[in-house]
């Protein structure tokens, strides 16, 4: 435990590693017993449906004046928006 505990550049005194030492040994023991398992779908949450994306299709994009047409300003092509950082205005 003292070496693990230098490891992790942990000071721990002797009582802290008494009392911390059943703890690790107990986190140790649950990672021994998932060593060797083999792990299945249910464990990658893979699943076998279907894919639900859409296909990728190009199509037009809509023209500045209907993109813009519910700004509440704009230049130019842009949307026009109040400063928000910086010094005053």
Do not use: C, W
């Amino acid at each position: 435990m003292q070496k693990l505990s230098g490891l992790a550049r942990l000071d721990l005194q002797a009582d802290e590693i008494a009392a911390t030492a059943p703890h690790l040994e107990r986190i140790l023991k649950a990672f021994q017993k998932l060593e060797g398992n083999e792990l299945g779908p249910q464990a990658t949450n893979e699943t076998p449906s279907p894919s639900v994306l859409r296909e990728d299709l190009q199509r037009p994009s809509l023209t500045p004046d209907e993109l813009l047409a519910n700004a509440p300003e704009r230049h130019d092509d842009f949307y026009a928006v109040p400063k928000t950082i910086g010094g005053s205005s």
